[in-house]
Every structure is written in C-alpha cells, then in structure tokens.
C-alpha cells in the first residue's frame, strides 16, 4: 500500500480507514489494501460514462484477481499489494469475485427491483470485504454470520446517504417494489423533490435491527476491526431519522470525532 493510495483512501472511504488503525500495526497494511481495491472497484460507475466502459473495468479487475490466484505477479501496484495480502492470508476467491460480479448493478439505473436484491447486493459488496477482513485479522470463517448483517447494515445506511448523489446521476438505490408502492415517482426522486421519510425510515429500520443483532455477541477484540465500520450504524442512523431530516437538502456527515469515539467505545466494550 503506497502513501499516495493511502492518502486517497482517507479522503474517500474514511470509516474503513479509520477503522484499520485498530488493528495490529502488522495487519494495517493488508487491510488497507483491502479497502483500497473495494473503492477501486466501487468507484467504476463513477469513472464511466457508458455502461460499457464499467464492464470493461470490472471484466479488468476479474482478470487481474483471476491472474492472482493463479500465482502471477503484477507491475500494478495495488495489484501486486493484494496478491501477497491474499497470499498471506489465505483469502477465498469466491468472496472477490462475487463482490466483482455484484458491482454490475451499480451500471444500472434502477437495479434492486426489491429488497431482496438490494439485500443481495450488500452482502456481496459491504459484507464480503468485512469477511475478507476478518480472515486477515486470523478469525476465518469464524466472524461470517456477523459480518454478513453488520455488512450489509453499513450498506442500506450506506445507500440511504447516497441518495442523493445517486438520484442527482439518474441511478434509484432504493427497492423499486417499495417506491411504486407508495405512489412515489422516480422522477421526482432524479430530481430531489419528493418525501422519501418513509422508506428511509424502513431501510434504516433494517439496518438497527441487524446491528443490534450482533451488538449483543462479544468479538475477540483481535478480531474486531473488520467490523468497526458497522459501529457507526446508529451515528448515522440518528442522523438520517432526525425529524425533518431531508436527504436532498440536509448533510448525513457525521463529525470525525464522532465516529472515532464510536469506534473506540466499540473497542473497549468488545462489541458493536
């Protein structure tokens, strides 16, 4: 992990950042390789103009992991970091490759035509990097079960904030069923002008009950850093439900040293 891909990752996807620092100075490194090629992967529909292009860059990086595995090096950097972060920990293939394969959906316009799909997305993408991590940090598939809801509660909290910055880009992060049912158009949405307090209030709903199912089992403090990002459900979670809270208008940033107090109370109590 270079200084420069360090830098970018603080800047970009700050709770994993954060939380890498909890860990072993020996496991930082790896975990922050981790993060950085989940928001490598993550940023492709941003990077693109046509749904084309993001294929190709997906279709790059299947190659890159495919290459990995099958024990060639790489003048890629962040390639080349990952390969002896997998090498070192003996990380599974399946997990890259369906977070690879879920990131598709991020190409689409209105891609969860549900909640089960949203949900199938997030365990792919947000509860598979919390399951890589908890592998570098010696836990195995021990932390899976957990990781799985603390994953994907970070991500609906996740999708929630990014409404708007979605919406703004002509993409519906919300389940499509849920937003036809309650009469709410998708243009009004595109454009920032319509009440989405309710299925807000549902996605969020979703996430506390995941969290707080985890919250009540202790973790090996060892093991913990992989899921310190979902210790900051509820601080977001406030935020999002506060009355007269307005994704369009109203900021869901949380300040620094709130999430980092949140992070550490997490530490010290054992759990979420």
């Not at 930082?28 to 860059?57: C, D, M, W």
């Not at 390639?79 to 990380?91: D, K, P």
């Not at 937003?179 to 209030?201: P, R």
């Not at 809270?245 to 300040?255: K, V």
Request: hydrophobic share 45%; aromatic share 8%; proline share 4%.
């Amino acid at each position: 992990m270079t200084s420069n891909a360090a830098d970018t990752l603080r800047g970009a996807d700050y709770d994993r950042y954060l939380s890498a620092f909890f860990a072993p100075a020996s496991a930082r490194p790896h975990l922050l390789t981790l993060y950085a090629f989940n928001y490598e992967v993550a940023k492709t529909a941003e990077a693109i103009s046509q749904p084309i292009a993001g294929q190709i860059r997906l279709q790059w990086w299947r190659d890159r992991i495919a290459e990995l595995y099958a024990g060639a090096a790489s003048a890629h950097k962040l390639t080349n970091a990952l390969g002896e972060t997998i090498a070192a920990h003996t990380l599974p293939r399946a997990l890259f490759d369906e977070l690879i394969d879920a990131r598709e959906s991020d190409l689409e316009e209105i891609p969860f035509a549900d909640m089960a799909s949203l949900v199938s997305y997030a365990d792919a993408t947000s509860a598979n990097i919390m399951r890589l991590a908890a592998r570098v940090l010696g836990a195995g598939a021990s932390l899976d079960e957990q990781a799985g809801e603390l994953g994907i509660a970070y991500a609906l909290i996740g999708l929630c904030r990014a409404l708007p910055f979605n919406a703004a880009r002509r993409r519906l992060v919300l389940p499509r069923d849920r937003v036809s049912k309650l009469g709410i158009s998708i243009e009004d949405i595109f454009g920032g002008t319509t009440n989405v307090t309710e299925i807000l209030t549902e996605l969020v709903d979703d996430a506390r009950s995941r969290s707080r199912t985890v919250s009540r089992t202790r973790v090996a403090r060892g093991f913990l850093p992989a899921l310190l990002p979902g210790a900051l459900i509820p601080l977001y979670a406030r935020i999002l439900t506060k009355p007269g809270f307005n994704p369009f208008r109203d900021s869901s940033e949380a300040a620094v040293h709130r999430r980092q107090v949140a992070m550490l109370r997490a530490m010290l109590r054992g759990r979420m």
